[in-house]
C-alpha cells in the first residue's frame, strides 16, 4: 500500500470482467490512482500470472477531469470537491478500460506500472 494515498477517498468501479478488479483513489496533492487488477485465468494462460496495472494522474490532470466530469456550481465552476469527482468517475466509467480510454481522448496525462505480482 502507497503511504501517499487517500484511504477514505477511493471508490470501486462497478464493471468489468469476472476476477477483475478497478479502484480509484485520491493521492495526497491532489492527483488519483487507478488500480487494476485481473485475477483470472485468462491473465494467468498469457501472462503466467496475476496482473496489476497503476495509472498515476497528477494534479492538473485530476483538476481538468474535475472540468470533465462534475456538473457546474450555481457560480458556474465545477464542483471541486474529491468526493464529487469519484462519484462522478464512478458513476461514468464501468472498468479500468473505459476509464483509460477516456483518459486518451481527453488528453490528460498519466503514467503507466504495470505488475505481475506472482
Not at 494467468?44 to 483538476?63: K, M
Not at 464501468?94 to 506472482?118: H, N, Q, T, V
Amino acid at each position: 500500500m502507497m503511504a501517499d494515498r487517500d484511504e477514505a477517498a477511493r471508490v470501486r468501479l462497478a464493471g468489468g470482467l469476472e476476477r477483475t478488479a478497478t479502484t480509484v483513489a485520491a493521492r495526497v496533492g491532489g492527483g488519483l490512482e487507478v488500480e487494476f487488477y485481473d485475477l483470472g485465468d485468462t491473465a494467468r494462460a498469457l501472462l503466467g500470472s496475476d496482473v496489476s496495472i497503476r495509472l498515476t494522474i497528477g494534479p492538473a490532470g485530476a483538476r481538468r477531469m474535475r472540468a470533465l466530469l462534475c456538473p457546474a456550481n450555481p457560480d458556474g465552476e465545477p464542483d471541486g470537491t474529491t468526493a464529487r469527482l469519484l462519484a462522478s468517475i464512478a458513476g461514468r466509467f464501468g472498468d479500468y478500460f473505459e476509464l483509460r480510454d477516456w483518459l486518451d481522448e481527453s488528453r490528460i496525462p498519466y503514467s503507466k506500472a504495470a505488475e505481475s505480482p506472482a
